[in-house]
């Protein structure tokens, strides 16, 4: 019987453990995942389809929204350290002044792209919000603001 149970707990802890590996765990009641650019580079098909929350360095660069994991990788346009922002039209960040060169919170879902005779990227779709920050020491959130949201038009 000991056994039995030993075996069943060890189960579990391994089912838990695999299931939030990179310690990227799902947050709050609606179930979306707090993740880092690192984390979702080396195992994205772990997070496709998931509802997730990344935070980077917001920037659009040659018409192309992307999250960065830091300043100076968007400054040097460092795409392997960077996830791109689908759907939103240029107005959004480019055209948009508080939203461009912040640092960022983007809410969205993680979703594989296949192009033909490429290699296949992923990107972040369905973008719900994305709150940007002007202290980046502020761990409750009080100084963000939204700069964009699905409500406004895209």
């Known amino acids: 019987m000991r056994r039995f149970i030993a075996l069943v ?8 453990y695999s299931a939030s590996s990179f310690g990227a765990v799902p947050i709050g009641v609606d179930g979306k995942w707090m993740v880092s650019i690192p984390e979702l580079l080396a195992k994205p098909e772990m997070f496709e389809g998931k509802r997730v929350i990344m935070s ?3 920037r ?3 018409g192309h929204d992307r999250l960065y994991l830091t300043r100076e990788y968007a400054l040097i346009n460092d795409r392997s350290n960077s996830i791109e922002l689908e759907g939103l039209s240029p107005e959004i960040v480019y055209h948009n ?3 461009d060169s912040q640092i960022a919170k983007v809410h969205g879902t993680i979703k594989k792209i296949k192009e033909e005779g490429r290699y296949p990227r992923w990107v972040i779709s369905d973008i719900e919000v994305i709150y940007v920050y002007s202290d980046l020491n502020d761990a409750t959130g009080s100084k963000s603001a939204v700069c964009w949201g699905r409500k406004q038009k895209r």
């Open 9 to 16: 707990l060890s189960q579990l802890v391994l089912a838990i």
């Open 56 to 58: 980077g360095f917001l």
């Open 97 to 99: 002044s508080k939203c």
């Open 60 to 62: 659009d660069t040659a």
